[in-house]
């Protein structure tokens, strides 16, 4: 593998700024190995003020610049991007996409040389360096490209490697998980409020059970059913809210949103 220690980024959002900002927090590349391009400068502004990126003004000069090659840019945006860099491409550049529902297949197709191709699903608590990405490598991909990819995503948090069938599911789980989560958040923080409770103690008290439980759950490998039973006393407090969230069908919502966004990731990647 001849891929350099050179970055590239085709895309300047949220998810693109929380892996820059994981690869300098983790000592994995310097600013002045980090290349950017947004159509929207404030982006690339914003980078180059904040992390001391280098910004360049399109994605051929990424190509021209970088060994690995991050498509960091909506699902919808894909083609474009690789119809502008598919062809420049070289065999010892590595190409990392993080669009969601966008096969390895897609991408392979677009590009002229035999480019190793790895797809990853990550998501926003990458932003706080707490993340969750799967990663699935394609045909041309060598052991040492996913040991690179690896390296890179565990700056910003936890990495898996699946098979590439079940990247829409893993997108339907842990990259659109975070909302449901927030969602949750909210109605634990509403909950309270209504019962009185101040906002601000009720949010911190909601956020830091969210956390401590995830914690508790990772820390412990323990099968979720046997935590929560170790919280539920016999006709206690916890027993009776239970009751209510099982008489409202609350575990089959959250598999429904699962399913309903895996569908959707799938929608997203026939375009």
Do not use: W
């Amino acid at each position: 593998m001849t891929t350099t220690g050179l970055f590239g980024f085709s895309g300047g959002g949220n998810m693109g700024e929380a892996l820059i900002k994981g690869l300098l927090q983790s000592g994995r590349a310097k600013p002045a190995n980090i290349y950017v391009f947004d159509p929207a400068t404030y982006r690339t502004e914003h980078l180059q003020k904040t992390y001391g990126v280098t910004p360049v003004g399109n994605n051929q000069a990424l190509v021209n610049r970088a060994g690995v090659i991050v498509l960091a840019v909506k699902p919808q945006n894909v083609d474009e991007v690789l119809k502008e860099i598919g062809a420049g491409l070289k065999e010892d550049q590595l190409v990392i996409s993080i669009a969601a529902g966008v096969t390895l297949a897609r991408i392979q197709g677009a590009i002229a040389a035999q480019v190793p191709v790895i797809r990853v699903m990550p998501n926003t608590p990458a932003l706080v360096l707490s993340g969750a990405a799967a990663l699935a490598k394609g045909k041309y991909t060598t052991a040492e490209h996913m040991t690179l990819a690896r390296n890179m995503f565990e700056s910003v948090g936890l990495v898996v490697e699946v098979e590439e069938k079940y990247m829409d599911v893993v997108t339907g789980l842990s990259g659109s998980g975070p909302a449901y989560i927030f969602v949750l958040l909210e109605a634990l923080t509403d909950g309270a409020v209504r019962l009185g409770l101040p906002r601000d103690q009720a949010k911190l008290l909601a956020a830091q059970t969210i956390l401590g439980a995830a914690k508790l759950a990772l820390e412990t490998g323990d099968h979720p059913g046997r935590l929560k039973d170790m919280v539920t006393s016999p006709g206690g407090t916890t027993a009776a809210g239970l009751y209510v969230l099982e008489r409202g069908g609350f575990r089959g919502l959250v598999m429904e949103a699962v399913a309903a966004a895996t569908l959707r990731c799938q929608e997203l990647g026939a375009k």
